[in-house]
Structures are given as structure tokens and as C-alpha cells.
């Protein structure tokens, strides 16, 4: 496999516009000719599969949920950035592009994070249009405030419900195409496996969730869209549903899987009660700008937090980082929650959380206007601790939130599978080692709308391929393995449940391949995955036969891909022997505690390409070669 | 999209009910207060009467012009309910009542007694049908004093039956609850309803639909508690003196 | 905590299907109603019986995928909450709990308490839209849209689509959720241009889905997890009157 990124020549802020010249076109009466696959239905999904469809080509788009309107971008908070320098404060498409870069930690490619910040302009426009009611000034223009961190106000926003707002618009957009016959959906419908005829994705295997039937769909290009990985840990703030299955299962068809190891961890979640936890709830960071995160001094501290006086309290984050105090980047601020808890200071169930105290901002502020600010955060907080928040400190923790690696795919955005296109979350293109707040519903949406419907019609323009069909024994032959594992996922009629394996799985992950990292304790998940996996295939019960709706069967096939996939964001993990963005190895940092990056030995994007189930897979570098900016060291001391 | 969907669509459907169901509430109004006449003394009520009767070229198109209002009216509550019920196929176990009020939840059952109670009163007091006013007397013959319809008479002696009454005092109750809700959601229906006066509707709806009962019912409880009596008595001396002669 | 729960038990859309008796126990209040589900069916599963079928996806009340009636109430009664935020904290020790799919022609059951929502989704298809096409639209700030219009165009697009409106509703009736959908777009400057269309499509798709009608008793609006008010519902009837005159003269 040789990985070509193929970027295109000339200077950064051209190289865009260029290809687009560049790149061949399909005649409009051409286009319906062309079938394509979209597997995934949110923000990068439908997107994509309704502007495709206005274009001209036949689209099918395939999603496990009941609705394509459920899709996890549904559950983003916080906004969506966008270079348009509305509120005149020195924003541009440089600026964002040289953000993201450096939130990034100088680890994504220079061509695509500029093309992002270039479109961004465009999403907004196009959001409007469609009818997104973001949040506006009297005058009836946009606004914006400034988010995680970002010196100037370029975040758009709907209320809390940015992601939902977004969705829908995408949804509306990808509706319309249903109903003129233009897309024909699939909802509650999982894809199962890639086909791939002489080096080409030309179809894919799915399983209707309701009838349990197993079919082959033929295309002429096949897109993912099917977000991020973050459920390898198990509890994450992604869905339920969501997994790395689509993803994974085109690995070993030949896609290459770039950086698993980078993975995001948000501080401000609300924490683990107990084993039953089956997800984790993320609230909004905006809560660090007025409370204060403590533990106590002493280990083991039971008593009630307003029994504990100031002088035993610990302020961590504003003992440790004078200068940011509690609004530390998430990286530092969770990975400051995690040593102390560790060290055995952590309040609550478990000990797995750390206070943040609002008490003296209602102090300083009054109660009406920490009210104004976070009702609805401290009101959801209650809901699920039971806990009035303005009475007593909230508890929070990290919690994996996000996944900057993926499949890794070119600057047109397909992967090392020509004909296998792979958008947002999914892919592991824009966004480094880290990602910015407010810039995941931006790349989402800059893939679906604005990258790919150019850069797959070069493809069907200049590859010629001939018609994909599902009599061809390739197809077959998919039918046959996807068949022969759901059978044997019913046949092994072991004694644990699906879920103990995952749990499980993702305790492994958690503690050792988590917010810090170490060559011991990747080792060692390195040997206790494949004993799980082992034990898994031997002693797994799934319940119910196949050919009716049975979410057991579903979630065994998920984790079936978690258990294998964990190995290899372990050995990614073990393999990038530095610190960067979300990921953080314990051996490589300085004194005082801070990243450290290997820009001399690191500055490339592990690929890795799957060698077959008893091989390693097979590690490609993809070189990261920074013309325009600088590499620096970030300091928030 | 032409005006057939009035008929065909659910919308259109609510559309005719609550445009019928505003003209039978001006009825109701304008009713209440031909009939609260009775209490400014027989000769105004009787006058009234007169009125009415002496002009068929106003009367007969208001009658049938009702007709027709009713007509729709029960026409759409049975298509609504009837596409109601086969809704919902298979009920719920359990289905505790949220925000619903009693009113909102048996406005078919309400209305369907009315529309039984409409058809007794038109019999009893309209068409004057001997046999449905439970007191032995003959309506039609009933004149008073400038030989006009004694409308005043009738109303006392129908209304000195206790069982008229109780009956008539029920209707009313039902209309009550039908017009408690169906006032204000009719201005839901039609969507002339805004966050800015939609409370006002609410109390205006719950006000007008007392003071409709309280109106009605005042009739026959005046008439039980001796009012027009001794009217009603000077017409059975004056018989009584006449069979003496 | 410990309960009993009374669990609707369909094995398909064929099957008729039948309420049967569980035991939940060693609950803990601080489980939410889906984990108190996810116990159930793991000691299910170890008795080697199939687990009961239900919705679920981002378990913040945001997704709209969960869907249980839950003793007699959509969500289960706690105001402006998903049944996947619902805690075990709201209930009694020892409490009977009943637990019902939503029930309504338009939504057929598939599984134990899974149903098919696809009416909304073919609501949507027939007008729930701004029929804009990705690429040349203006300026985002080119056509400004005031500051009160575009809230309450919010309040309504805050709709999750989760259909406990058509649950709670005597008559099945899905109002609430085209009322929002209908209203969220007829409200702002771009979607005024298609709005008489839109809402006689989606109201016409609506009534040939089967759903009940609006008899006005704020059963939906009571149980709607964001909060969506009637008033929207009173704001489409004025709109698909207004398409009706417009249409017939």
C-alpha cells in the first residue's frame, strides 16, 4: 500500500479553489448514472447524501437508528465555528486555520485544515438558508461568543442545541430528497461489510435491524459517514448505538486506519454512579468560567463538602496553573482531576470525581445571575444526581468525548480504498492530535456539503469504472462471511452477557490506555485485549435467532469490532512514543507536568494497514510537512 | 389544495366544526336572551314571541340555516371521532390523564346528549307535542289576554314539572362543560389564537359558558320557586270562573 | 430499590401480544429508567430469556429515540423529561411499574416496546423543508430575521421527534410534532416563500398516516420533553387556513 494525500501544488490559500478547476467533471445528464452508497446519517451523512442527490446522482443512504434524525451529531451543545468575522474582532480564515493547526498540536495536514477554515464561511450561508435558527442580536443579525478557549467570537450557536439545529437542517435537506425519489433511505439498517471489487469499493453488505434480512447493495462509490470510536472505552458521552464497526470492517477490506490513538477527553462530565452506568453526560465547559474545582487535602475525605473548611480544601487547578486556574485546556484540566483522584482525593461513588463550587461566584455574583447563566445545566445536573448544585458543589470527572483518528483518507477524502470515501467524525483528516471546541459540527458539515460532491465526481470522471453488480461473486462471498459470523455469534451460547464484555473492555481501556498513557500499561492492555477477545468468542451469550429484531445480536457484532479495534488504538497508542493533543504517555513530559511532543521523530500520521486476523498490521507514515506555520510548543502556565 | 379539503382534511374538518360550533354559540346567546325576556312579565315575552312567528320570511331560513349548522357540526364530530377511535387500535393498559380536562375528554358524549336533548325541546316547546311535557296540557291552545301565543304560560307550566326541570338543568350542565371547552378551542381550531390573548380566550370561554348556565338555568328555577304561578293561577280562576258561568 | 414491572411483550408485528410480570431488583435510585431496563434484561439474558426491546440511543434526551409509556404516561410524567433522564430516585420502593410501547395506528409495534416512526419521517419528506439547494444561497446575514421571530422559530425546532405527543393523545393525534416542524419554518423570512405548501403537504401526509385529530386537551404539550406549546398547533391551523383562501379564490 503507498498512501498519496494528494495534495494539490501551489500556494496554501489557492491549493483549494485549484483543484476544484482542476478536478474532471461529470456531465449534469450523466450524473443520475452513477449509484452512491452512503452509509451514516448525521451532519457529514445526510449532508452529503443530499447535496450528492441535488447534483444529480441516485443515492442510497443506509443508518442502524429508527430515523435519520437521530444520528449522535443530534447531541452536540456547544456551536459550530465559522471564519466569517461577523462581530469585527480580527477573525479570519487564516486565524481558524492557524487554530485549528495548533489546537491540533501539529498534527493535521496543512492543506486540509486550511480548505476547512475556507469553507466554514460557506456552512453558515448554506445553514441560514435552510432555515437553522441560530442565535441573533436585536437587529436581527447573527451572533457569536467565543468557545473553548478561542480569542475571538466565531462560534455560532442554537440556544444549547447546535448539533440538534444542524442536524435537522441536514435532515430537512436529505428529506426533501427522499421524498422526490431522489435518495431512497434505509433507516434501522446496519452495514456489515465493504465490497471490494478488483481494488474498488463497489457495495456493501447490510442487515435490516427489523426483519434481520442480510442484502447486498451495489454502487458506484460507497461514502462512511459513521462517526467516531469513542464507545471502545464504553462509557463515553457518544450514544448508546455508536460504534467503529462500519469503519473497522472497511480496515480489513484495505481501508487504512490513521492515529486511533488520538482521542479527546472532556473535564466537564458529570461522573460515574455506579456499575449500572450506561453512558455519561457532558456539560457544557462554560461552567469552569465561574466555579471552582477542589479536593481535599486529606486522602479518603468522607465528610460532606460543606464540613471540610477552607484551609483543607486543594484548588488544584489554580495551585498547579496560576495563570488559567480552573480554565485550564481540557487535556490538563482532566488530566489534573485524574492524579488527584488517583492519589486518592477524588468525592463521591467511587471516588471517581472532583468538586466544582459555584459557592462563591453566587457569592460574588448573586443567585439570579449564576442562575441566568447555567439554570439549564445545573437543572439537568439535578436531574440526574438527584443534587441541587447551588446548594452543594457538582461533581465532575472526564469522560471521552471525541475521536480525532479514523479512517485515513486523502485530500479528496477517500480512503487507501478508491471508490471508499469516509467523511467527519469517522475519518481522521482535520484535526491533529486535539480538537477544538465548536469544530467538530464544521467538519461534519464541511465534508457533506462542500469536499466531497466535487471530489466524487472526479473520481466517477477519471477512474471509468465499470457498472458495480451484486451477482458478482465478490458479493457473494461478503453475503456468505456476514452470514457465517451473525450465525456464529448465535451459536456460541456462552454464560456472559454482551455488555459484561464491553464493560469490561472498556475498564481496560480506560485505565490504561486513558487520559494518560504509559509503555507498561499499554502492554498490558495489549495482552488482556486478546484474552477478552478470546474468552468472548468462547463464552458469549446472545440471545434470540436472527431473523428478527434482536438489539443483543446487534450490540455482539459491535463489540466483536471494539475487541479487536482496542488493540489497535493500543498499539498506535504504544507506537507514538510522545505526547500530544489527547494523547498523553506519562514517559514524555516536562517536569512540570506539560505535554511533550517529538516533532523530529513524530511529525507524521500513522496509517496502519490491516496484514489479515493473525498478522500485526503493517505501520505507514505519512509525513506532516508544515510550509506555512511554525511548530511551537504550547505553554498555559 | 382546494376548498374540498375542508371536508377532507382533519384541519378542514376542525375548521367546519369550530365555524358551526361559533354560529350555535351566537344561537345560544341570542336564545338565552329572547328567553330571559320572561322575566320582564308576560306581555313582553308574549310580544316577542308574536314577533317571531309573525314573520316566516325571517324565521324559516334562521330555522333551516340552523339545521344545516347542526347538520355539519354533528356530520364532522362523528368523522373526527369515528378517524379518532381508529387511531389509536390497540389501547393502553394503563393511561393515566395528563392535562386533559373532563370537559376536552367527552365532548361527543356531551354533545350527542344535547343534540338528544335539542330534539326533546323542540318538541316540547316548539312543535308543542302534548304527550312530552309530562303536564297533561296542550301548549298550542295557550293565549293570553290579546289572543297571542302565550309563551310565557307555556314556559311556567312546562317548567312546574319537576322532571322537565331536572332534565332541562341537566342539558344545561352538559352545555356548560361543551362550551367550557369548545369556546376556547374553537379559536384554536380556526387559529385566531396567539400566546399574546390565548389566556384570555381561556377565561372568556369558562366565563361566557357560566353565565350561559346560570342564565338558562334561572328559568325553570324561578318557575320552581313560584315565579309566574300566580300568572299561570289568574288563567285557571278565569277558567274556573268561566265554567261557573 | 425493588419493583415489580408489568412489560408490554410483543415477539414481532404480527404477534398480538401480552403484558407479563418482572421483577427488578436490588435498583439503585441513582440508575436511570433505561439502566434499571438494562438490569433487567441482563438477569433476563442470564436466565437465557431475550431481553426486552427498546429504544434507546444518546441517553440525554436529545436523540428522541426512546419511547415508553410508563405507568400510563408518556416519558413517565416528569415534566420536560425523556424517559432515558428519568432516575429511579422518582419512584417508590416496592412501587408496580407499567411499561407500554406508544400506542397509535400510525406507529406499529415491531418488538416488545420498539415501534416504527416512519410516519414522521414521511411528514417531513412532504414539506418539512426550504427547498434550497446546497451552494449559492446569500450571506448568512443578508436576510435579517428579528430577534423574537427567530426564538420562537427555536421553540419550536426544539422538537425532538419522539412522538410522545401522539402517545399521550386521546385520539393519537400527531399535531404537536407537525404543528413544530410546520411553524418552526413558516416563522423565518426563508422558509415564508413555500409556507402555504408546506403546511397543506405535511397536514395532508399527516391524515394519510392515520393519525388522530387535534381535539385540543394539551395532553402533548403536557408530556413533550422540550416543552412545545399548543400554541404552535394554533399558529398551523392558522396557517393551513390562510393556504385554504388561498387556494379557493
Given at each position: 500500500m503507498k498512501l498519496d494525500a494528494k495534495i494539490p501544488p501551489g500556494p496554501l490559500a489557492q491549493k483549494w479553489e485549484k483543484h476544484k478547476f482542476d478536478m474532471k467533471l461529470v456531465n449534469p445528464a450523466n450524473k443520475r448514472k452513477f449509484d452512491v452508497i452512503v452509509v451514516g446519517s448525521g451532519l457529514a451523512g445526510a449532508s452529503a447524501a443530499a447535496t450528492m442527490a441535488e447534483l444529480g446522482y441516485k443515492v442510497k443512504c443506509f443508518c442502524f437508528q429508527d430515523s435519520p434524525r437521530r444520528a449522535h451529531s443530534i447531541a452536540a451543545q456547544g456551536g459550530i465555528n465559522a471564519a466569517k468575522n461577523y462581530q469585527n474582532d480580527g477573525d479570519s480564515v487564516y486565524r481558524l486555520f492557524y487554530d485549528t493547526i495548533k489546537g491540533g498540536d501539529f498534527r493535521a495536514r496543512e492543506a486540509n485544515v486550511y480548505r476547512l477554515a475556507q469553507v466554514s464561511v460557506n456552512i453558515i450561508d448554506q445553514c441560514v438558508a435552510q432555515g437553522v435558527p441560530f442565535a441573533r442580536e436585536y437587529g436581527g443579525l447573527l451572533t457569536n461568543r467565543s468557545f473553548g478557549g478561542a480569542q475571538v467570537s466565531r462560534t455560532f450557536y442554537a440556544r444549547g442545541q447546535t448539533g440538534q439545529q444542524l442536524l435537522l437542517g441536514a435532515y430537512q435537506a436529505l428529506s426533501r430528497q427522499i421524498g422526490n425519489g431522489n435518495v431512497k433511505m434505509y433507516p434501522r439498517t446496519e452495514m456489515l461489510d465493504v465490497v471490494v471489487i478488483d481494488g474498488h469499493a463497489k457495495g456493501i453488505i447490510v442487515r435490516d435491524l427489523v426483519t434481520g434480512e442480510i442484502s447486498a447493495h451495489a454502487g458506484d462509490a460507497v461514502v462512511l459517514a459513521t462517526g467516531g470510536y469513542g464507545n471502545v472505552f464504553y462509557l463515553s458521552t457518544n450514544a448508546k448505538g455508536c460504534n467503529v464497526t462500519a469503519t473497522w470492517r472497511a480496515y480489513k477490506k484495505g481501508a487504512a486506519f490513521a492515529n486511533p490513538c488520538y482521542t479527546q477527553i472532556h473535564p466537564t462530565c458529570i461522573p460515574v454512579s455506579g456499575e449500572h452506568q450506561s453512558k455519561l453526560t457532558l456539560m457544557s465547559e462554560s461552567l469552569r468560567n465561574d466555579g471552582r474545582v477542589w479536593v481535599p487535602k486529606k486522602k479518603g475525605d468522607t465528610r460532606p463538602p460543606d464540613q471540610i473548611p477552607e484551609e483543607e480544601r486543594d484548588y488544584f487547578l489554580e495551585r498547579k496553573y496560576p495563570s488559567f486556574g480552573n480554565l485550564a485546556p481540557r487535556d490538563i484540566s482532566s488530566r489534573a482531576a485524574k492524579e488527584v483522584c488517583d492519589e486518592g482525593r477524588g468525592v463521591g461513588p467511587g471516588g471517581l470525581g472532583v468538586y466544582l463550587d459555584f459557592k462563591e461566584a453566587i457569592k460574588r455574583l448573586g443567585l439570579e445571575t449564576v442562575k441566568e447563566r447555567y439554570a439549564n445545566l445545573f437543572d439537568m445536573y439535578e436531574k440526574i444526581t438527584g443534587e441541587n448544585a447551588y446548594e452543594t458543589p457538582m461533581r465532575i470527572y472526564p469522560a471521552v468525548h471525541y475521536t480525532m483518528g479514523g479512517t485515513w483518507v486523502d485530500y479528496n477524502l477517500m480512503s487507501s480504498v478508491p471508490g471508499l470515501f469516509v467523511l467527519g467524525e469517522a475519518n481522521f483528516s482535520d484535526h491533529g492530535a486535539n480538537r477544538l471546541g465548536a469544530s467538530a459540527l464544521m467538519q461534519g458539515l464541511a465534508d457533506g456539503y462542500f469536499i466531497l460532491p466535487y471530489t466524487i465526481g472526479n473520481y466517477f470522471a477519471s477512474e471509468k469504472q465499470p457498472k458495480s453488480d451484486v451477482n458478482h461473486p465478490e458479493f457473494k462471498l461478503a453475503l456468505d462471511n456476514v452470514k457465517a459470523l451473525t450465525k456464529r455469534l448465535l451459536s456460541i451460547n456462552g454464560k456472559r452477557t454482551v455488555s459484561s464484555f464491553h464493560r469490561e473492555l472498556g475498564k481496560i481501556m480506560w485505565e490504561k490506555c486513558g487520559m494518560a498513557r504509559t509503555a507498561a500499561s499499554l502492554k498490558e492492555a495489549l495482552t488482556r485485549i486478546p484474552e477478552l477477545r478470546a474468552e468472548f468468542w468462547k463464552n458469549v451469550k446472545v440471545t434470540g435467532e436472527n431473523a428478527s429484531l434482536n438489539q443483543e445480536l446487534e450490540a455482539a457484532g459491535r463489540v466483536a469490532d471494539f475487541l479487536e479495534f482496542a488493540e489497535l488504538l493500543c498499539l498506535d497508542a504504544l507506537t507514538r512514543e510522545e505526547s500530544c493533543g489527547g494523547h498523553f504517555r506519562v514517559e514524555h513530559q516536562f517536569p512540570d507536568g506539560e505535554a511533550k511532543r517529538d516533532d523530529e521523530h513524530f511529525a507524521f500520521v500513522s496509517a496502519w494497514e490491516y496484514q489479515g486476523p493473525s498478522k500485526p498490521p503493517l505501520l505507514h507514515k505519512e509525513p506532516l510537512v508544515y510550509e506555512e506555520v511554525h511548530m511551537s510548543t504550547r505553554s498555559y502556565k | 389544495m382546494n376548498i374540498t379539503n375542508l371536508f377532507r382534511s382533519s384541519v378542514g374538518k376542525k375548521f367546519i366544526m369550530a365555524i358551526t360550533g361559533m354560529a350555535l354559540f351566537l344561537f345560544v346567546v341570542l336564545h338565552l336572551l329572547g328567553n330571559l325576556q320572561i322575566f320582564l312579565g308576560p306581555e313582553a315575552i308574549n310580544r316577542y314571541g308574536a314577533f317571531l312567528q309573525g314573520n316566516l320570511e325571517l324565521i324559516w331560513p334562521a330555522r333551516i340555516g340552523l339545521l344545516i349548522i347542526v347538520g355539519l357540526h354533528i356530520w364532522s364530530a362523528i368523522k373526527l371521532a369515528v378517524e379518532n377511535r381508529a387511531a389509536r387500535p390497540q389501547p393502553y393498559a394503563q393511561q393515566e390523564i395528563v392535562a386533559a380536562s373532563y370537559a376536552s375528554r367527552t365532548m361527543v358524549w356531551s354533545g350527542f346528549i344535547i343534540a338528544a336533548f335539542i330534539i326533546y325541546h323542540l318538541l316540547h316547546f316548539t312543535v308543542q307535542v302534548p304527550a312530552v311535557n309530562l303536564t297533561g296540557k296542550n301548549f298550542t291552545t295557550l293565549e293570553d289576554a290579546k289572543n297571542q301565543h302565550d309563551v310565557f304560560r307555556m314556559m311556567v307550566i312546562g317548567f312546574q314539572s319537576r322532571v322537565v326541570t331536572l332534565f332541562y338543568i341537566f342539558a344545561m350542565w352538559l352545555l356548560f362543560l361543551h362550551l367550557s371547552h369548545g369556546v376556547s378551542a374553537m379559536f384554536q381550531s380556526l387559529g385566531w389564537k396567539s400566546p399574546g390573548y390565548g389566556s384570555l380566550i381561556a377565561r372568556f370561554a369558562v366565563v361566557a359558558s357560566w353565565l350561559i348556565f346560570v342564565g338558562y338555568i334561572s328559568i325553570p328555577i324561578a318557575v320552581q320557586l313560584g315565579y309566574g304561578s300566580s300568572y299561570v293561577n289568574s288563567f285557571n280562576v278565569n277558567a274556573l270562573q268561566e265554567v261557573v258561568k | 430499590m425493588n419493583f415489580t414491572l408489568r412489560v408490554w411483550r410483543q415477539k414481532d408485528a404480527n404477534d398480538t401480544g401480552a403484558m407479563v410480570e418482572y421483577a427488578a431488583k436490588d435498583i439503585i435510585a441513582d440508575m436511570s429508567f433505561l439502566e434499571m431496563l438494562d438490569v433487567v434484561n441482563e438477569g433476563l439474558i442470564a436466565k437465557g430469556e431475550e431481553p426486552i426491546a427498546f429504544d434507546s440511543d444518546c441517553r440525554e434526551g436529545i436523540c428522541g429515540t426512546c419511547s415508553l409509556v410508563i405507568n400510563g404516561i408518556a416519558h413517565g410524567g416528569q415534566r420536560g423529561t425523556t424517559a432515558c433522564q428519568?432516575?429511579?430516585?422518582h419512584f417508590e420502593d416496592g412501587q408496580t411499574i407499567t411499561i407500554e410501547p406508544w400506542r397509535a395506528r400510525a406507529f406499529p409495534v415491531l418488538k416488545d416496546l420498539v415501534t416504527d416512526r416512519g410516519a414522521f419521517d414521511r411528514i417531513v419528506q412532504a414539506g418539512g423543508f426550504i427547498s434550497v439547494n446546497t451552494g449559492g444561497t446569500p450571506d448568512a446575514n443578508a436576510i435579517p430575521v428579528g430577534k423574537v421571530e427567530s426564538d420562537k422559530a427555536m421553540d419550536a425546532a426544539a422538537c425532538i421527534g419522539c412522538g410522545a405527543c401522539v402517545a399521550a393523545c386521546k385520539n393519537a393525534s400527531a399535531m404537536l410534532f407537525v404543528a413544530a416542524k410546520v411553524s418552526h419554518l413558516n416563522l423565518l423570512p426563508q422558509g415564508k416563500v413555500e409556507k402555504d405548501k408546506r403546511v397543506t403537504s405535511m397536514v395532508t401526509q399527516m391524515d394519510a398516516e392515520g393519525f388522530g385529530n387535534c381535539t385540543v386537551t394539551g395532553s402533548c404539550e403536557a408530556v413533550c420533553p422540550k416543552e412545545i406549546s399548543l400554541n404552535f398547533i394554533a399558529r398551523m391551523n392558522r396557517d393551513y387556513g390562510v393556504a385554504l383562501l388561498k387556494a379557493s379564490t
Open positions: - | - | 428519568l432516575h429511579m430516585r
